[in-house]
């Protein structure tokens, strides 16, 4: 299949297949799945993210990139800094502002599963961890 461009999106339409073989655990205490971070889309990065039940992730953030976590399955607390904390489940957004620290935690009996939309894509240089 011939890949079709977007020149107003820097978009190549086509298929990207994720790989669970690739999943890898991280520093922050959850697992990754880099599912999208490449020139087929420049504007956007994706990625699965699996937090084992009663972990919590380190406190971070993202220096200059907006994330959206979109909950699969699980459930979790979430804190993003300046808000209370909140229990997200399947079907949940929670969008984050550049720059918020952020963790979130797995408060069921099952791993929490979502997936991270980064814009601009995310870069190793963009992550601080605060801890």
């Known amino acids: 299949m011939a890949a079709v461009t977007d020149p107003k999106k820097g978009m190549r339409s086509g298929v990207r297949k994720a790989d669970a073989v690739d999943e890898m655990e991280t520093p922050e205490r959850c697992y990754l799945l880099e ?5 087929g889309d420049e504007a956007v990065s994706i990625a699965r993210a699996r937090v084992e039940p009663g972990t919590t992730t380190a406190w971070h953030r993202l220096k200059g990139v907006a994330e959206r976590y979109v909950i699969v399955s699980g459930q979790g607390r979430v804190e993003l800094a300046g808000l209370d ?3 997200v489940s399947a079907g949940d957004v929670v969008r984050i502002a550049p720059d918020t620290p952020q963790r979130i935690a ?8 979502f997936y991270c939309v980064c814009t601009p894509p995310f870069s190793p240089i963009c992550y601080e961890a605060l801890e």
């Open 35 to 39: 599912v999208a971070n490449d020139a």
């Open 85 to 87: 904390p909140v229990v």
């Open 106 to 113: 797995n408060i069921g009996a099952a791993d929490l599963v």
